[in-house]
């Protein structure tokens, strides 16, 4: 059974930093894609970033570009999104996904596997 679980979110000042991880059971990362969407209050969900452990390849979203970054530790099954110079905007809930191919977070994508989301706030 394909599971994710997110853990890392909280509350942080602009100008902050936060670290999400997602952790990864019933399958292996060389195997599959994984990333992160999230989710405003009011808003439609949004793409964030993408990465695949056997090409080494990684996307990130303009909206975060030079901000965020991907990254991906196949010993521990786990993909970590590190978020710095947060902004009030970041706030959301941020959720892992993980399909067979990896998609563009620029681009409208519905991965099949979804976590349950952690909670990003940026306090002004």
């Known amino acids: 059974e394909v599971q994710l679980v997110e853990s890392g979110g909280g509350l942080v000042q602009t100008g902050g930093s936060l670290r999400l991880s997602c952790e990864a059971s019933g399958f292996s990362l060389d195997d599959y894609a994984v990333g992160w969407f999230r989710q405003a209050p009011g808003k439609e969900r949004e793409g964030v970033s993408s990465i695949t452990s056997n090409h080494g390849s990684a996307y990130v979203a303009d909206s975060v570009k030079g901000r965020f970054t991907i990254s991906s530790d196949n010993a521990k099954n786990t993909v970590y999104l590190d978020m710095n110079s947060l902004k009030p905007e970041d706030t959301a809930v941020y959720y892992c996904?993980?399909?067979?191919?990896?998609?563009?977070?620029?681009?409208?994508?519905?991965?099949?596997?979804w976590g349950q989301g952690t909670q990003v706030i940026v306090s002004s």
């Open positions: 996904a993980a399909d067979h191919t990896q998609w563009n977070p620029n681009l409208p994508h519905l991965p099949r596997y």
